[in-house]
């Protein structure tokens, strides 16, 4: 445990708080349990805040106030209480996306202030995070604005989703910015990741419930502003799927007098890798109330569109048909997949209970039944509400397993309140969910465990129409948008392409990479359904690989981030059972790698790994699988091409 003063060391530099200390002003402490993270809470004039890691000054002077009705709180604050308390568990994630065991130790300390209000902060190892509590005698308020005002101690550079506009799919690339070159107009989704010399800052929410999704803006400034979407008053509908806020509210929130509010969080990694396996957000969020968790099923899924159910070597023409999804039944039963997607197309679009031509859902989802696959419904978002219960009701009488709900591309209060809506009705009628459309669900997967997976990823369907899927893209998302929870990002391509060979194909898609770039996602990336993304022709031509996507699982006992740093190579282990596997890749950078299997038991494992071949600069299908016997005192030296990876199991002899 570090001892020294964090008021000390701020007194220290430059006077930093001296500037503010007056008379009446309350100073409370709080640190994390490793010691390594220090708050400063003050009460003055406002409520600010300082955090530093390992007594370096990261965030100082950081102010948060909440305006409801006419009042702001957090204005000249009074203190009546200051309540610590210290809590070290574990918990057991119904679906296990890092881990079937997490511990939960922090310690927390409730500032209860006059006016019927608190703020509660907690310092855990892997970071710091806030929120909000009120009991105030109106049954509905309304949430004015919300103050989430994040001054760093320097002028940092940050990985930066930038949005244009409130209305998004929040499929992002992660820019890397100078937060000086950041003003109000540089609206972005969460999370934002700072770099404060090394020490990374993954900035975000948790628990969002009856409230809309939290956004940031730049300040012009060593600082970054929360901001959130108005309440909508009236909304537009273009074509079946684009409903757009026309009218807004000047206020973000109608909600009740007495409740919680959303948990503010800054992750902290003291290394790029840590951020991989940091629980922050899921830890923070809502247990889950349903009683019954048994039918919820992970697994892997042949999914349809990305490649435009083009199939090769069969008798009948493939497409939107009963006849195309009973040939992705029977690759599915053939290899180990647990579900299909029945993706757009399946019904009419603006009405979701009348059936395409050629297509007998009831026949399909009855067909894999007999062959052990489940079918998954794609649907928009906004004809799925519109005809919610009679939806479901006849997707649970035909045996649907689950529904893709897609298009939201909002995460205002309505819209929240939709996610949290579908997400139980779905679970009283045993349906698992994957949102795809936005970000925001990716936060409630610990509340609705069915909420299975979501998208709001620039993920590989981007290479249909677009040429920014490159590696150093792939390697960036797992130290940013995966911080929030699963990412539908649907690996699985077959077609690869080195930097000068892509081309966009919306009907044959590839990918940027080699062969083993895409299939050491399966290791790195998160999503308990995981995706397969390309043709069953293509994959049934690479039948070694195939091997592997049939046996990779798609949650973990334990994961470990071996190394990596963002934007440029990744490396991660992950165990089921007793079984590991790894994943491996790096940008456009050919880079050499060593893999210690230290974090392996005792004895001996056969691994079976798919390195890059020889000519995969030139060739990035070119890979070659290599079987051999290691140990724990085993270390491996990679030699991964340009958009390289690797990708291994490794089994008990």
Partial sequence: ???????????????????????????????????????????????????????????????????????????????????????????????????????????????????????????????????????????????????????????????????????????????????????????????????????????????????????????????????????????????????????????????????????????????????????????????????????????????????????????????????????YIDFAAAHGLQYIVLDEGWYVLGDILKLAPDMDVAEIVGYGKKKNVGVILWAVWKTLDDQLIPALDLFERWGVKGIKVDFMQRDDQIVMAFYHRVSAEAAKRRMLVDFHGAVRPALLTRTWPNLISTEGVRGNEWNKWSSQITPAHTVTLPFTRMFLGPMDFTPGAMLNATRIGFAKNFDLPSSQGTRCHQLAMYAIYESPLQMLADSPTNYLREPECLEFLSAVPSVWDESRALDGRIGEYVAVARRSGKEWYCGAMTDWAPRDLLIDLSFLPAGKFTLEEYRDGVNADRRADDYKKVVTSVTNATKLTLKLAPGGGWAARLRPE
Avoid at 145 to 167: H, I, K, M, R, W
Avoid at 234 to 243: Q, S
Wanted: no cysteine; net charge negative.
């Fill in 1 to 327: 445990m570090r001892n020294r003063s964090i008021l000390a060391l701020l007194l220290a530099t430059a006077g930093l708080l001296a500037a503010r200390l007056g008379a009446g002003e309350v100073t409370q402490k709080l640190g994390s349990p490793n010691g390594v993270i220090a708050v400063e809470i003050h009460l003055g004039d406002r409520i600010h805040y300082d955090v530093a890691v390992n007594d370096t000054l990261i965030l100082k002077n950081s102010a948060l106030s909440l305006k409801i009705d006419a009042t702001t709180l957090g204005i000249a604050p009074k203190l009546r209480s200051a309540i610590p308390r210290a809590y070290d568990g574990t918990l057991q994630p119904v679906v296990r996306q890092k881990a079937a065991i997490l511990r939960e130790h922090y310690n927390e300390l409730r500032l209860e202030l006059e006016g019927g209000y608190a703020v509660v902060f907690r310092a855990y190892d892997e970071g710091v995070a806030y929120r909000w509590e009120t009991s105030l005698p109106a049954a509905e308020v309304k949430v004015f604005a919300e103050e989430v005002a994040l001054n760093f101690a320097d002028n940092y550079s940050a990985y930066y989703p930038e949005e244009e506009s409130f209305n998004s799919h929040n499929e992002r690339i992660f820019l890397l910015r100078t937060l000086g070159d950041l003003a109000a107009k540089n609206l972005a989704s969460i999370p934002v990741v700072v770099d404060a010399n090394g020490i990374k800052l993954a900035i975000a929410e948790s628990d969002v419930v009856d409230y809309p999704g939290l956004w940031l803006h730049g300040t012009s400034g060593s600082g970054l502003a929360g901001t959130f979407p108005p309440y909508p008053l009236e909304e537009k509908l273009t074509g079946d799927r684009n409903f757009k806020v026309t009218k807004s509210a000047d206020y973000i929130a109608l909600t009740k007098g007495s409740r919680t509010y959303p948990w503010r969080l800054l992750g902290v990694a003291l290394k790029d890798a840590d951020l991989i396996t940091n629980p922050l957000v899921y830890l923070l969020a809502s247990p889950t109330m349903l009683t019954d968790t048994s039918w919820i099923k992970p697994g892997k899924v042949a999914w349809d569109w990305w490649n435009a159910n083009n199939l090769g070597g069969v008798d009948f023409k493939a497409g939107v048909n009963t006849e195309t999804y009973k040939y």
